[in-house]
């Protein structure tokens, strides 16, 4: 398995549900994830976003959907693309619940 590390600043919106889940919501990508802890939310978001990527590489738009961000691949896709796996970075920003309602993208 190859990793293909991607340069992008995306930030999700995470905090902990009243019944104890964990929710991050990603505006730009109108991403939501839903976790039972913290640590198997960070690990849920990276798995979401590595699916997204891939079904863009397979579908040909991985490319003007990076552009379309402003990130960029820092190594090139493998021959082989079902061999690829995903690292695209992101930031956890909490939110209070005391906050304005979010939209939860579905």
Do not use: Y
């Amino acid at each position: 398995m190859a990793i293909v590390r991607v340069d992008a600043n995306l930030q999700w919106n995470v905090q902990q549900a009243n019944g104890g889940n964990w929710i991050g919501v990603c505006d730009p990508l109108k991403l939501t994830v839903q976790a039972e802890t913290w640590a198997d939310l960070m690990e849920d978001i990276g798995h979401t976003l590595d699916a997204l990527l891939k079904d863009l590489l397979v579908s040909n738009e991985l490319d003007r959907f990076l552009r379309d961000q402003g990130w960029k691949l820092l190594a090139a896709i493998p021959i082989r693309p079902d061999d690829v796996r995903f690292d695209v970075p992101f930031i956890p920003a909490m939110m209070t619940s005391n906050g304005p309602a979010r939209r939860i993208h579905q």
